[in-house]
């Protein structure tokens, strides 16, 4: 309604905007893997080490924690324990750069979602898919350090296919929901940096589940309730040595198992609901 002096004039309903998937999951698609291929190209435009930058910073981490692992607290007991290492450190890198950079990537594209009509969730969207490019490098280097270590490859390293298709789940739908909070509550940002310090620590990147289990056997098996938590284990069992337990065992069985997969999945449908109920009101709430 507007009046204007004494008359009152009936504008009718708001106008919404466009919602998560409207055009369609092909177009929807299309859009993600070009705004994602634009990122990863434009993220090293001009840069002379270009790619090299990108694996500094996992790489610079895992030769800290190596020695502080080997040469103070010396875990040399851990099979394999400098690969199982990077390869936590590559996990998790994935889930932060894809979330981290979530947060903020509505606010980011403001002109876009302003200007222009298109499917609002190819913007969290294209984040994870940017990172998982740079997981399949990070994840090349990971293969090389291996096959330094003399860890001889087999057809179980094929098994780690799946294991990154449920984190790219569960990293996708914490994509989408943090982006969608983050358009009303500026508080997400640092809540969710917080967040991240504590799935750190508590997904057995640094202490592995074998070395909880020796005094701490409950509390092991309840850090793989983590979803990154339990893929790192069964990572490490397919790919680095079988001395790692792997998931199902060290969880307690396969109906234990469950509760990652399910937070996985309950993550990723509440991400979906929530950006899809915030999306035609985006444009209004910037």
């Not at 905007?17 to 092909?26: E, T």
């Not at 989408?176 to 809540?191: E, F, K």
């Not at 790692?244 to 969880?251: G, K, P, Q, S």
Request: glycine letters at 6%; aromatic letters at 10%; charged letters at 15%.
């Amino acid at each position: 309604m507007a009046s204007s002096g004494s008359e009152v004039v009936d504008l009718g309903e708001p106008i919404r905007g466009p919602s998560a998937l409207s055009g369609g999951f092909r177009r929807s698609l299309q859009l993600t893997v070009a705004i994602a291929r634009n990122d990863f190209k434009l993220r090293f435009f001009g840069s002379v080490l270009g790619y090299l930058w990108q694996l500094m910073r996992p790489l610079l981490l895992f030769g800290v924690l190596l020695f502080v692992f080997t040469q103070v607290v010396q875990l040399t007991s851990t099979p394999h324990f400098p690969v199982a290492l990077l390869l936590g450190i590559v996990l998790f890198t994935f889930v932060a750069e894809a979330t981290s950079g979530a947060v903020t990537c509505v606010i980011d594209r403001e002109n876009l979602v302003r200007k222009i009509h298109f499917p609002r969730v190819v913007i969290p969207l294209a984040v994870v898919l940017t990172a998982m490019f740079n997981l399949v490098l990070n994840l090349v280097i990971v293969l090389i350090f291996a096959l330094a270590s003399n860890i001889r490859p087999s057809l179980a390293w094929l098994g780690l296919l799946p294991l990154l298709l449920l984190l790219a789940v569960f990293a996708t739908g914490m994509s989408m929901l943090l982006s969608a909070l983050y358009v009303r509550y500026r508080d997400v940002q640092p809540i969710w940096e917080v967040s991240l310090q504590i799935m750190f620590y508590a997904s057995l990147i640094l202490v592995p589940y074998e070395t909880i289990r020796e005094k701490h056997d409950a509390l092991a098996s309840v850090l793989l309730y983590n979803p990154l938590a339990a893929v790192l284990q069964q990572s490490r069992h397919l790919v680095v040595d079988r001395n790692y337990v792997n998931a199902t065992d060290a969880i307690g069985g396969a109906g234990w198992l469950l509760i990652p997969f399910v937070v996985t999945i309950g993550c990723f449908l509440l991400g979906l609901w929530v950006f899809n109920r915030e999306a035609p009101l985006i444009a209004e709430e910037l």
